[in-house]
């Protein structure tokens, strides 16, 4: 009997690591930086960008979080986190530049595999 319970915690203990693995594999890499700190990072950037231009830095920080938002939307996959991860390496914190070039590649990456 105890050697079943043992069992029993050992398969438990493999499904938790099995799926703790597999959500950091997929997990958004937008998703690393939490909204706030996103937001600060994108304020910083644009008022060093545009300085003292206060409505301009408005109206792209709120457009940069409306991006920020879509783009923790998209669906986690290896495909889709790899074109992301790529470009948030690049631009980041530019969430703008990130979900358009994002689009992009992934309207490529799916015209290229109906091929």
Same mark, same amino acid.
């Given at each position: 009997?105890?050697?079943?319970? @043992?069992?029993?915690?050992?398969?438990?203990?493999?499904?938790?690591?099995?799926?703790?693995?597999?959500? #950091?594999?997929?997990?958004?890499?937008?998703?690393?930086?939490?909204?706030?700190?996103?937001? =600060?990072?994108?304020?910083?950037?644009?008022?060093?960008?545009?300085? #003292?231009?206060?409505?301009?830095?408005?109206?792209?920080?709120?457009?940069?979080?409306?991006?920020?938002?879509?783009?923790? #939307?998209?669906?986690?996959? #290896?495909?889709?986190?790899?074109?992301?991860?790529?470009?948030?390496?690049? +631009?980041?914190?530019?969430?703008?530049?990130?979900?358009?070039?994002? @689009? =992009?590649?992934?309207?490529? +990456?799916? @015209?290229?595999?109906?091929?």
């Amino acid at each position: 009997m105890n050697s079943i319970r @043992k069992n029993d915690n050992s398969t438990i203990i493999a499904m938790f690591l099995l799926m703790l693995m597999t959500s #950091s594999v997929f997990a958004n890499p937008i998703s690393e930086v939490n909204r706030s700190q996103a937001q =600060a990072d994108l304020k910083a950037e644009l008022l060093k960008t545009y300085g #003292s231009s206060y409505s301009t830095v408005e109206m792209l920080l709120n457009a940069g979080m409306r991006d920020y938002d879509t783009l923790i #939307s998209i669906p986690e996959n #290896s495909i889709n986190n790899d074109i992301i991860k790529e470009l948030k390496n690049t +631009y980041y914190p530019s969430f703008s530049t990130i979900l358009m070039l994002y @689009k =992009a590649n992934k309207e490529s +990456y799916d @015209k290229l595999n109906k091929q």
